[in-house]
């Protein structure tokens, strides 16, 4: 039986892409080779590529708007050291939300000065900061769209003369903005695209070029640009599962319908922790995040009970990180409603029980 599974990632991911993907990994495209052994050069998978970075531009409304979207390896924390490696010449600013943010500010200090503007370490960041001024003498403005350790998400993004550049590899392609706002983004593929391994980068190309240090080929974005994210050997199976994962959500009615579904799983299980005494929740209130709810039992000792109950319900992935401790249940994209309403139905159950 497939497990119902609230992992942070590596996640949930479509059945549908699940089985086109297997089949591919025995035969891809009726080509009598495995997506696993095909040339990374063929126009099989060049079309793979190309279709891929294309769609991402699509389903965020960025198609022809000086944008370009390339795949690359080594996960957001590879993009904590480009973003600055590209783009910071003299001073950047950073708002501080959690482990993540506070990874990204410590590889930028490698190259020039970095402006913590505001930061809700104060309360192990269980809050987004509100009301905080961001100098005018910077090179870019770095932000983290939704923390999945703490379980917090930023509601609305500050106007700033600078490039704004945002982290959004938990909740990418799960709700409607207006991505024009940002001009770099960037998504490790493992919680809403793929499988771990690739990561997606959208850039504005205009905000490239102006720093005066010379940047290794590997760390160029002008360079994965201009080779078409083909200048060393790509994730070609982490692509090629993203493109599968793209294509699904665009026929599922776009970035739209993801996030209508998405309200309505995080409603179900936030009324339940606010309704049933033996939960609290973690996040403040109005900054919690729609896709990583966070909560505690109100006593501990039910912890024992509590997790036997959902393991026998057959949830993976529950338990919270541990700088929270608790729960938190991840509820990507591809999660169904009734998952949610299984581990709903779990903690009505324990209070029942008592």
Not at 179 to 188: E, R, T, V
Not at 269 to 291: H, I, Q, W
């Amino acid at each position: 039986m497939k497990k119902h599974n609230f992992s942070a990632g590596p996640c949930v991911l479509p059945q549908e892409v699940f089985q086109e993907a297997s089949q591919a990994i025995l035969d891809f495209n009726n080509s009598g080779l495995s997506i696993l052994e095909i040339s990374h050069r063929s126009s099989a998978f060049v079309s793979v590529m190309e279709e891929a970075r294309q769609l991402a531009l699509e389903l965020l409304g960025l198609e022809n708007k000086g944008y370009k979207a390339v795949f690359l390896q080594g996960g957001a924390s590879m993009q904590f050291l480009m973003t600055a490696y590209n783009l910071l010449q003299d001073k950047a600013a950073y708002l501080n939300t959690g482990t993540w943010s506070s990874k990204a500010i410590k590889e930028a200090k490698l190259f020039g000065e970095v402006v913590e503007v505001a930061s809700s370490k104060d309360k192990n960041f269980n809050y987004i900061p509100k009301d905080y001024t961001i100098p005018q003498d910077i090179n870019y403005f770095h932000c983290t769209s939704n923390n999945t350790i703490f379980g917090t998400q930023m509601m609305d993004f500050p106007s700033v003369d600078a490039p704004l550049v945002c982290d959004m590899s938990s909740d990418i392609f799960s709700r409607e903005l207006d991505f024009s706002q940002f001009d770099l983004i960037y998504a490790g593929a493992q919680k809403n695209m793929g499988p771990a391994g690739a990561t997606l980068v959208i850039i504005k190309e205009n905000i490239l070029g102006n720093v005066n240090r010379q940047i290794p080929s590997m760390m160029d974005y002008q360079v994965h640009i201009e080779k078409d994210s083909m200048f060393n050997t790509p994730p070609v199976y982490a692509v090629y599962v993203s493109l599968l994962t793209l294509r699904w959500i665009k026929n599922k009615g776009g970035i739209k319908a993801m996030e209508a579904l998405n309200n309505k799983k995080a409603a179900l299980l936030y009324d339940e922790v606010d309704r049933n005494p033996l939960f609290k929740g973690f996040a403040a209130t109005e900054d919690r995040s729609v896709m990583n709810p966070t909560f505690n039992l109100t006593d501990e000792s039910k912890k024992e009970k509590f997790d036997s109950l959902w393991k026998e319900a057959n949830i993976n992935g529950l338990s919270g990180h541990r700088s929270v401790g608790g729960y938190r249940a991840s509820m990507y994209n591809a999660l169904s409603l009734e998952s949610v309403q299984v581990l709903v139905d779990v903690m009505k159950k324990l209070e029942k029980e008592g």
